[in-house]
């Protein structure tokens, strides 16, 4: 997070972030006029290389002891500028059982399914286009919460290579 503090008038310390002009990674990759199979191999790798830099990011403050709290696609912005993805929006202190942690990595692996699809890959709209891997997706394919979003995008994409697929599968 990137700003300054300052103290008000009570002796406060009161921290002043500093504006980032862009847009939204999601934005981003929903506005991508691509077909899929040209977006993963001409535009995915870049946008991967950046993301694995929001995923650094995330590590550091885990190091520290903190979390983001907050982390989906569109608590990322991209610099207009500078083209560097930052993190947004973040919640710290709620409250967690098991591991403090879970929360965080649970959202960083939703945005890299969203980001190998070109954006969600719904059950609903798979249906809706009659697509040929709609007969082979069985429960285990699809997000452990959002149960109409795919996570084996590999039935859907077969040209996704299987060590990426693998990690989808987590979530």
Known sequence: MHGYWI???AGNV???HNFIAGITLHHHVENINLDHQTYFYERFPG???NFMECIEA???IHQQGEKHGDIRRDHILINRRSGLYRWIDFDFYYRHRENIY???LFGLGNILVFLAG??????PELKKNGHPALQALTQEDVNIVFHNRVAN???V?????ESLNRVLMHF
């Open 58 to 60: 995330i590590r550091f």
């Open 7 to 9: 103290e008000d008038k």
């Open 47 to 49: 946008i991967l290389k």
């Open 102 to 104: 879970g929360y965080d």
């Open 14 to 16: 009161v921290r002043v």
């Open 153 to 155: 995008l590999k039935k």
């Open 118 to 123: 070109k954006g969600d890959v719904l059950v």
């Open 157 to 161: 994409y077969p040209y996704i290579p």
